[in-house]
C-alpha cells in the first residue's frame, strides 16, 4: 500500500498491473520492449465496476461472440489472434471491439497507464538493469505522485510471480 495523506478523508484505489514482452534479451528471442500496464479503480466503487465489466463482457458475447473469460489481449484484436481466432472477427469487427473498450475505461471512471521500457536503447546506452525493475520503480513513482495529487492511497495487485521484486521496489520508493 501506497500511502500520502495530509488529513481529511481518504480515498482507496485499488491498482491493477499487469506485464507484457520479456524480461530477457532481444538478440536471444525477447522482446523489444518490457511494459506494464495499470488501471486504477475507486475502491468503494470497485463493486459497481466489476458488474459493469461483467455486463460489457456479456455484450462482446452477444454482438461478436467472445466468450465472457476469455482474455482480450490489443495483439489478439490487432491479429485475429489467440481466443478470437477461431471466431474469425472481420478487421472492421475487432477494431469495434478495440474502440470499446477504450470508451469503457472513462465511462467506469477507471485510471490507466502504461510504463514502457525499450531494451534496445538501454543497451545502446550501456545501461546493464533489469527492464523489469526499471518499469517496476517508475510505475511505482507514477503511483506515489498520483496518491500526492488525489490525497489517497493505493494498493497494488499484481502478477503471482511478482511479488519479490515489487516488494523490493516498493521498500526502494518508501526510503527515496
Known sequence: VISRTVGGPVAMYLAYVDESGSIGAIASGGSL?????CVLVDGVRWPDVFDDMIDFRRYL???FRIPVRAELKAHYLLRNGGPLRPLQLSEQARFAV?????????KLDLFAFAIGVRKDVMAVRGLNYDPRQVAWEYLLQRLERFTTKMTSR?????DEGEGRIVRTAARKARRA
Not at 478495440?98 to 472513462?106: A, D, K
Not at 493505493?154 to 499484481?158: D, S
Open 33 to 37: 520492449t518490457f511494459t506494464l500496464g
Open 61 to 63: 458475447r452477444a454482438k
Open 98 to 106: 478495440y474502440r470499446s473498450l477504450m470508451r469503457l475505461q472513462p
Open 154 to 158: 493505493v494498493l497494488v495487485l499484481h
